[in-house]
């Protein structure tokens, strides 16, 4: 017999900055690109910019600032006002963590359906 267990009332996981940074680095870098393929259209096409070539280009603050004609301090506080931002947009909208609700949800309807089948 076929046993699963589905959930009512999930709480949906909420993005915060001290949650983003308490987790190793990969998982806020995934955390943050996963906010950024949601909110980018909210971003200043100066922070879209920057945080493409600081995480998608992998480029360093150096990098950044001599491209930009910067210095690397006004690289590395808008890197950190945009990872602010999204975390802001997330804590204020929550389409991440609905996104998250709606896919847990969908797995178990899935297995579920698994179940059923004879």
């Known amino acids: ?25 990969l998982k806020n870098r995934v955390k943050l690109n996963d906010l950024y393929d949601l909110y980018s259209p909210l971003l200043t096409e100066r922070q879209r910019d920057v945080y493409e070539m600081r995480y998608f280009s992998d480029l360093s603050l150096a990098e950044i600032a001599s491209s930009l004609g910067v210095s690397r301090q006004a690289v590395h506080i808008l890197t950190n006002r945009t990872a602010d931002r999204l975390l802001s947009l997330e804590k204020k909208l ?15 309807l899935e297995a579920a359906m698994r179940c059923l089948k004879p």
């Open 1 to 25: 017999m076929c046993k699963i267990k589905i959930l009512d009332n999930k709480k949906p996981p909420v993005y915060t900055h001290s949650a983003l940074y308490e987790d190793d680095a």
């Open 94 to 108: 929550g389409f991440a963590a609905k996104v998250l609700t709606m896919e847990d949800r969908i797995s178990e």
